[in-house]
Protein backbone atom coordinates (compact mmCIF):
# COMPACT_ATOMS: atom_id res chain seq x y z
CA UNK A 1 0.00 0.00 0.00
CA UNK A 2 1.03 3.52 -0.95
CA UNK A 3 1.29 6.87 1.20
CA UNK A 4 -1.71 8.35 2.10
CA UNK A 5 -2.13 12.24 0.84
CA UNK A 6 -4.00 14.81 2.22
CA UNK A 7 -4.36 17.92 1.34
CA UNK A 8 -3.82 21.16 3.17
CA UNK A 9 -6.64 23.82 3.34
CA UNK A 10 -4.02 26.13 1.43
CA UNK A 11 -3.63 23.59 -1.12
CA UNK A 12 -7.23 22.96 -1.64
CA UNK A 13 -7.84 26.81 -2.21
CA UNK A 14 -5.12 26.53 -5.20
CA UNK A 15 -6.99 23.50 -6.41
CA UNK A 16 -9.94 25.19 -6.33
CA UNK A 17 -8.78 28.53 -7.60
CA UNK A 18 -7.28 26.43 -10.77
CA UNK A 19 -10.66 24.29 -11.74
CA UNK A 20 -12.66 27.96 -11.10
CA UNK A 21 -10.07 29.50 -14.06
CA UNK A 22 -10.51 26.53 -16.18
CA UNK A 23 -14.30 26.82 -15.87
CA UNK A 24 -14.05 30.41 -16.92
CA UNK A 25 -11.99 29.91 -19.84
CA UNK A 26 -11.91 26.36 -20.92
CA UNK A 27 -14.19 23.55 -21.89
CA UNK A 28 -15.69 20.93 -19.81
CA UNK A 29 -13.12 18.64 -21.97
CA UNK A 30 -9.71 20.27 -20.35
CA UNK A 31 -11.56 20.18 -17.17
CA UNK A 32 -12.22 16.14 -17.29
CA UNK A 33 -8.68 16.09 -18.14
CA UNK A 34 -7.36 18.43 -15.31
CA UNK A 35 -9.57 16.30 -12.94
CA UNK A 36 -8.10 12.70 -14.51
CA UNK A 37 -4.05 14.12 -14.61
CA UNK A 38 -4.66 15.36 -10.97
CA UNK A 39 -5.98 11.91 -10.19
CA UNK A 40 -2.87 10.14 -11.82
CA UNK A 41 -0.56 12.22 -10.67
CA UNK A 42 -1.46 11.66 -6.91
CA UNK A 43 -1.49 7.95 -7.61
CA UNK A 44 1.85 8.27 -8.87
CA UNK A 45 2.97 10.42 -5.67
CA UNK A 46 1.30 7.81 -3.63
CA UNK A 47 3.89 4.98 -5.12
CA UNK A 48 6.67 7.62 -5.43
CA UNK A 49 6.83 10.17 -2.58
CA UNK A 50 10.21 11.12 -3.74
CA UNK A 51 8.95 11.96 -7.24
CA UNK A 52 9.64 15.61 -7.55
CA UNK A 53 12.62 18.24 -6.80
CA UNK A 54 13.67 18.52 -3.32
CA UNK A 55 13.33 21.72 -1.63
CA UNK A 56 17.10 22.87 -0.55
CA UNK A 57 15.85 25.11 2.56
CA UNK A 58 12.79 21.94 3.95
CA UNK A 59 13.97 18.44 4.52
CA UNK A 60 10.63 16.35 3.35
CA UNK A 61 10.06 18.45 0.95
CA UNK A 62 9.49 18.33 -2.50
CA UNK A 63 8.45 21.24 -5.63
CA UNK A 64 7.86 20.84 -9.18
CA UNK A 65 5.61 20.04 -11.96
CA UNK A 66 2.62 18.59 -12.18
CA UNK A 67 2.99 19.37 -15.88
CA UNK A 68 3.90 22.47 -17.72
CA UNK A 69 1.42 24.96 -16.21
CA UNK A 70 0.96 23.39 -12.63
CA UNK A 71 3.12 23.26 -9.48
CA UNK A 72 3.10 21.46 -6.48
CA UNK A 73 4.79 21.34 -3.46
CA UNK A 74 4.25 18.77 -0.74
CA UNK A 75 6.06 17.46 2.52
CA UNK A 76 6.33 13.54 2.86
CA UNK A 77 6.09 12.31 6.34
CA UNK A 78 7.87 8.60 6.13
CA UNK A 79 6.99 7.35 9.35
CA UNK A 80 3.06 7.96 9.21
CA UNK A 81 3.01 7.22 5.75
CA UNK A 82 1.86 10.62 4.39
CA UNK A 83 2.41 12.60 1.81
CA UNK A 84 0.86 16.47 2.73
CA UNK A 85 0.19 18.29 -0.66
CA UNK A 86 1.00 21.93 0.98
CA UNK A 87 0.16 24.19 -2.37
CA UNK A 88 -0.97 23.62 -5.69
CA UNK A 89 -1.22 26.51 -8.20
CA UNK A 90 -0.57 27.75 -12.04
CA UNK A 91 2.91 28.58 -13.46
CA UNK A 92 0.81 32.01 -14.90
CA UNK A 93 0.40 33.31 -11.17
CA UNK A 94 2.58 35.65 -9.11
CA UNK A 95 5.01 34.24 -8.21
CA UNK A 96 5.82 32.83 -4.72
CA UNK A 97 7.82 34.99 -2.12
CA UNK A 98 10.74 32.73 -0.67
Same mark, same amino acid.
Do not use: C
Given at each position: ??? &? /?? @? ?10 ? #????? &?? @? ?33 ? #? ?9 ? #??? *? /?????? /? ?8 ? *? ?6
Amino acid at each position: MGF &E /VI @WTTRAEKGYDRI #VDYLK &EE @WTDREIRNFLIETRKFIHLLQKNPQLLQPSTSRKN #VFRGPMNRLIL #VTY *R /VRPRKK /VIEILNIRGT *RQKPLKK
